[in-house]
Protein backbone atom coordinates (compact mmCIF):
# COMPACT_ATOMS: atom_id res chain seq x y z
CA UNK A 1 0.00 0.00 0.00
CA UNK A 2 1.12 3.93 -0.25
CA UNK A 3 3.79 4.88 2.50
CA UNK A 4 4.85 8.15 3.33
CA UNK A 5 7.29 8.98 5.84
CA UNK A 6 8.10 12.51 6.66
CA UNK A 7 11.51 13.01 8.73
CA UNK A 8 13.99 15.97 9.37
CA UNK A 9 11.89 18.29 11.71
CA UNK A 10 13.15 19.55 14.97
CA UNK A 11 13.68 22.65 17.47
CA UNK A 12 15.60 25.67 15.32
CA UNK A 13 15.98 29.13 16.27
CA UNK A 14 14.19 31.89 14.09
CA UNK A 15 16.28 32.52 10.97
CA UNK A 16 17.42 28.62 10.72
CA UNK A 17 16.91 26.02 8.13
CA UNK A 18 15.90 22.71 8.12
CA UNK A 19 15.45 20.20 5.49
CA UNK A 20 12.54 17.55 5.55
CA UNK A 21 12.30 14.39 3.77
CA UNK A 22 10.00 12.25 2.68
CA UNK A 23 9.57 8.71 1.43
CA UNK A 24 7.40 7.51 -0.66
CA UNK A 25 6.36 3.87 -1.71
CA UNK A 26 3.37 1.56 -2.70
CA UNK A 27 3.20 3.85 -6.21
CA UNK A 28 5.30 4.37 -9.28
CA UNK A 29 7.67 7.61 -8.76
CA UNK A 30 6.64 10.27 -10.38
CA UNK A 31 2.90 9.67 -11.31
CA UNK A 32 1.56 11.67 -9.04
CA UNK A 33 1.98 15.36 -8.01
CA UNK A 34 2.77 16.17 -4.54
CA UNK A 35 2.33 18.51 -1.83
CA UNK A 36 3.63 19.63 1.69
CA UNK A 37 1.06 20.94 4.17
CA UNK A 38 1.30 21.81 7.55
CA UNK A 39 -0.75 22.30 10.80
CA UNK A 40 0.12 24.88 13.29
CA UNK A 41 -1.50 24.38 16.45
CA UNK A 42 -5.00 25.44 16.99
CA UNK A 43 -4.90 26.31 13.13
CA UNK A 44 -6.58 23.86 10.31
CA UNK A 45 -4.25 22.51 7.41
CA UNK A 46 -1.86 24.98 5.21
CA UNK A 47 -0.74 24.35 2.13
CA UNK A 48 2.57 24.99 1.54
CA UNK A 49 4.22 23.71 -1.27
CA UNK A 50 3.41 21.52 -4.66
CA UNK A 51 5.46 19.65 -7.47
CA UNK A 52 4.51 18.72 -10.78
CA UNK A 53 4.84 15.03 -11.02
CA UNK A 54 7.14 15.05 -13.70
CA UNK A 55 8.38 18.22 -15.21
CA UNK A 56 9.26 20.00 -12.30
CA UNK A 57 7.43 22.54 -11.90
CA UNK A 58 6.61 23.62 -8.56
CA UNK A 59 4.76 26.58 -6.80
CA UNK A 60 5.05 27.43 -2.86
CA UNK A 61 2.24 29.89 -1.22
CA UNK A 62 2.92 33.20 -0.89
CA UNK A 63 4.19 33.01 3.32
CA UNK A 64 6.57 30.97 1.93
CA UNK A 65 7.60 31.51 -1.28
CA UNK A 66 11.05 32.52 -1.52
CA UNK A 67 12.05 30.88 1.79
CA UNK A 68 10.80 27.61 1.03
CA UNK A 69 12.08 25.32 -1.65
CA UNK A 70 10.16 21.75 -2.43
CA UNK A 71 12.08 19.22 -4.93
CA UNK A 72 11.44 15.62 -5.97
CA UNK A 73 14.00 12.43 -6.56
CA UNK A 74 11.86 10.35 -8.45
CA UNK A 75 15.03 7.77 -9.31
CA UNK A 76 15.09 7.52 -5.04
CA UNK A 77 11.21 7.96 -4.41
CA UNK A 78 11.49 11.31 -2.28
CA UNK A 79 10.25 14.37 -1.63
CA UNK A 80 12.22 17.36 -0.26
CA UNK A 81 11.44 20.46 1.68
CA UNK A 82 14.06 22.93 2.24
CA UNK A 83 13.24 25.61 4.46
CA UNK A 84 15.52 28.72 4.91
CA UNK A 85 15.40 31.73 7.09
CA UNK A 86 12.29 30.17 9.12
CA UNK A 87 9.81 32.25 11.74
CA UNK A 88 8.10 31.22 14.41
CA UNK A 89 4.88 30.92 12.53
CA UNK A 90 6.50 28.59 10.53
CA UNK A 91 6.03 26.21 13.61
CA UNK A 92 3.86 23.10 12.70
CA UNK A 93 3.49 19.64 11.78
CA UNK A 94 4.60 19.49 8.22
CA UNK A 95 2.94 16.35 6.39
CA UNK A 96 3.77 15.05 3.09
CA UNK A 97 0.90 14.47 0.52
CA UNK A 98 -0.25 12.97 -3.09
CA UNK A 99 -2.68 14.61 -5.09
CA UNK A 100 -5.78 12.57 -6.11
CA UNK A 101 -6.84 13.25 -9.48
CA UNK A 102 -10.28 12.59 -11.01
CA UNK A 103 -10.75 12.95 -14.64
CA UNK A 104 -8.27 15.04 -14.75
CA UNK A 105 -9.35 17.58 -11.67
CA UNK A 106 -7.46 17.94 -8.52
CA UNK A 107 -9.55 15.69 -5.73
CA UNK A 108 -7.92 16.24 -3.30
CA UNK A 109 -4.85 14.42 -0.84
CA UNK A 110 -5.52 10.66 -0.77
CA UNK A 111 -2.78 9.73 1.18
CA UNK A 112 -1.16 11.55 3.86
CA UNK A 113 2.31 10.81 6.16
CA UNK A 114 2.40 10.52 9.59
CA UNK A 115 4.05 14.50 9.92
CA UNK A 116 7.28 15.72 11.31
CA UNK A 117 7.16 18.44 13.97
CA UNK A 118 8.67 21.56 12.71
CA UNK A 119 9.22 24.12 16.02
CA UNK A 120 10.68 27.88 15.44
CA UNK A 121 11.84 29.26 19.00
CA UNK A 122 14.52 31.08 20.52
Known amino acids: EVQLVESGGGLVQPGGSLRLSCAAS????????MNWVRQAPGKGPEWVCSIHKDDGTSDCADSVKGRFTISRDNAKSTLTLQMNSLRADDTAVYYC???????????????WGQGTQVTVSS
Open 26 to 33: GFPAGTYD
Open 97 to 111: TKDLVVNGYFAGMDY
